[in-house]
């Protein structure tokens, strides 16, 4: 792994995930992307994280190397604080991630988990056409879907590895929908257990997954991620997706939609600040809980931005990528001002 800052800072940083091998693009359009683009319009360190993605490499080694990265941006780019006290952070500063594809599915993760209050974190997250679930990736006749389905048998050992949210940061905010099926026969079965364990509700039928294995479909639940135990404060995200990829414009629809929900359940402080509420329930509430409701959705909409292209949509040196990049850039610019 190699941490390369591009560009001398005062006291934000922007890390950049490249978007990954074995994808279309490769990694050859970064520069493109950091030194004409983003460094043009952002007054920071910008910071790429070559994390470690291949046949030798597999995961969780990707999400280790971003994990470790981010230590040492915080460590040797973020300012000190002049004056130590017992129970604050050392350092001050912003920090904003992002990343497209692979790259935007960790830098998804990154957001979600390294946002702590009271804490230098993560406060804006920049995804283009992240990859957020690789569980959902059932047969049908898209490219894409086949592709990625062909992927994850590349880049995961074993099941339970893109089973984990830290993989599959959807699943910080639901449910896989799913049981875990079984490794291979060939792998070995004292490998790493991993970071966390998943919510495993409900009970279905058997059913065949596209990597024609039986699983147990499962009840569909929201989480409660993040709970006000955890101490996490959820960063602003802008997504951008294309519609001409129906599997990743799908996967950034559902993302955004759960994200604004998990910010308006933070925001609440009463019962219906904590859950989507249904049309009867609202039809109950008085007037006055209705506008606080529409107020704190307005507020996650704000938070949340998806814009979706008539294209592919993602980051290059094409017209309309450069034109998406410039817009990442100009809203970077703000949140980290």
């Given at each position: ?63 280790h ?6 230590d040492?941006?915080?460590?040797h ?9 017992v ?56 490219a ?105 414009y ?49 507020e ?38």
């Amino acid at each position: 792994m190699t941490i390369s800052p591009w560009r001398a800072t005062a006291s934000a940083v922007l890390i950049y995930l490249p978007r990954g091998p074995h994808l279309p693009g490769g990694n050859g359009h970064d520069p493109i992307i950091i030194k004409q683009l983003l460094a043009q319009k952002l007054p920071c360190h910008i910071v790429q994280i070559n994390y470690r993605l291949g046949n030798l490499h597999t995961y969780p080694a990707p999400v280790h190397d971003v994990l470790k990265g981010y230590d040492w941006i915080k460590e040797h780019l973020l300012p000190k604080r002049s004056i130590s006290r017992v129970g604050r952070s050392e350092t001050v500063g912003k920090v904003a991630v992002c990343g497209e594809l692979i790259g935007g599915g960790l830098a998804a993760m990154l957001a979600l988990t390294e946002c702590r209050v009271g804490q230098p974190g993560i406060v804006a997250a920049a995804l283009s056409s992240p990859i957020v679930d690789w569980v959902e990736q059932a047969p049908d006749t898209d490219a894409t879907t086949a592709q990625l389905t062909d992927l994850r048998g590349k880049l995961f050992r074993k099941p339970e590895h893109y089973f984990d949210p830290f993989a599959s940061p959807m699943l910080f905010l639901r449910s896989a929908g799913y049981t875990i099926p079984p490794a291979p026969p060939d792998v070995l079965a004292n490998d790493m257990d991993y970071l966390v364990s998943l919510n495993r509700e409900g009970s279905g039928m058997a059913v065949k997954s596209s990597m024609d294995e039986e699983v147990t479909l499962l009840k569909r639940t929201a989480t409660r991620y993040p709970t006000p135990a955890l101490g996490l404060r959820l960063p602003s995200f802008y997504l951008q997706a294309g519609s001409k990829s129906p599997v990743l414009y799908g996967q950034a629809d559902e993302f955004t939609r759960r994200l604004r929900q998990a910010h308006v359940r933070q925001a609440g402080q009463v019962d219906f600040g904590r859950k989507v509420l249904t049309e009867d329930e609202l039809d109950e509430m008085n007037e006055s809980d209705k506008q606080e409701v529409a107020q704190r959705e307005m507020e996650a909409r704000e938070k949340v931005r998806l814009d979706v292209s008539q294209d592919l949509g993602l980051w290059d040196d094409s017209v309309p990528g450069r034109a998406r990049i410039a817009k990442v850039g100009h809203w970077l610019r703000k949140v980290l001002q």
